[in-house]
């Protein structure tokens, strides 16, 4: 059955919460989503990192990571991540943990899923206001 989470990827592992539809937040615009966030989760959970301890010194947009969402009127999945993860071996990776082999897929990207120092820096960047 298809899942939405969110995820990172560390040394060809996907990493991350994978829930079922029915325990995500349904939105006004008709697209499921996971009542996670990437800062909490990381933080927070004691099994995420358990296989990758050296990841506790790291903050949680250091590592490339995503999100994925279920569009309920197309009963199909949107992945947002980052760029740096867009090979087809990466992908399977992600379908796989989701379970989401068998749906139907759009990919895209999220300037906020960056590990671009340049884009985190633009994104942080105060000295405009």
């Known amino acids: 059955m298809p899942q939405i989470g969110i995820f990172w990827l560390y040394k060809e592992t996907v990493i991350g919460r994978a829930i079922e539809l029915d325990a995500g937040e349904e939105m006004p615009t008709g697209t499921i989503d996971s009542p996670d966030n990437h800062t909490d989760l990381w933080d927070n959970s004691r099994t995420l990192l358990q296989d990758f301890p050296e990841l506790r010194q790291e903050e949680y947009f250091s590592i490339?990571?995503?999100?994925?969402?279920?569009?309920?009127?197309?009963?199909?999945?949107?992945?947002?991540?980052?760029?740096?993860?867009?090979?087809?071996?990466?992908?399977?990776?992600?379908?796989?943990?989701?379970?989401?082999?068998?749906?139907k897929v759009k990919w895209g990207r999220d300037l906020h899923y960056t590990t671009s120092q340049n884009d985190l820096s633009a994104l942080f960047d105060d000295e405009d206001f």
């Open 64 to 103: 490339p990571r995503g999100r994925v969402l279920w569009k309920t009127e197309s009963s199909s999945a949107k992945i947002l991540m980052d760029s740096v993860l867009f090979e087809p071996s990466i992908k399977a990776k992600i379908l796989q943990f989701f379970d989401l082999e068998k749906s």
